[in-house]
């Protein structure tokens, strides 16, 4: 086994709890039903961070190169994967949470998940600039995830925008994908 393979086998774990989380709220809330009320922005925002997770687990195969793995680079995809899967664990609601108001909850108690993001993206830099055999130009590893902490923390200090930078978000997370596929 491979230190890439070794490191890999945490991080996917961690990143199989996070879609776990998610494909489980999804089930929670079809039960409930008749209780929800249903928002596109929230479902929006849970997809995409369903996306994340399968993102990173891409990018992840990309650093099968890396040559000298440090235990701060395990630490950071640890950390990582934790994020994306603490924004899982709040992207939706739940109906042991009490509200089922899709929106409601994005405005409030949602506001964590993009906060998991923002943190998220702030270690971006570092994976792209140190670990990348091929990194990207140093605007463009600064930029996108600039980006993404810029939308994210808006989500956190305007919840009231939460419906449309979840759109912006979405179209983010397809550029995203888009670049590191």
């Known amino acids: 086994m491979t230190q890439h393979e070794y490191i890999f086998v945490a991080v996917s774990i961690i990143l199989g709890l996070a879609i776990t989380r998610l494909l489980h709220a999804v089930a929670l809330l079809i039960r409930a039903h008749r209780q929800v009320t249903f928002h596109w922005a929230t479902a929006l925002w849970g997809l995409s961070i369903l996306a994340y997770s399968l993102q990173l687990w891409w990018v992840g195969w990309g650093l099968r190169d890396v040559e000298a793995w440090t235990f701060f680079d395990f630490l950071v995809l640890i ?26 909850h994005s405005e409030r108690l949602g506001r964590l998940s993009a906060l998991s993001m923002l943190i998220y993206f702030a270690i971006g830099p ?33 919840p009231r925008w939460f419906s449309a930078l979840s759109v912006t978000f979405a179209l983010y997370s397809v550029f995203v994908i888009y670049i590191t596929a």
């Open 79 to 104: 950390f990582g994967s934790t994020c994306i899967y603490g924004a899982a664990e709040m992207a939706l609601p739940v109906p042991e949470a009490g509200s089922l108001d899709f929106l409601l």
């Open 126 to 158: 570092y994976v792209n600039l140190t670990m990348m055999t091929q990194p990207p130009p140093l605007p463009l590893a600064l930029a996108v995830p600039g980006i993404g902490i810029a939308i994210t923390g808006l989500i956190i200090l305007v």
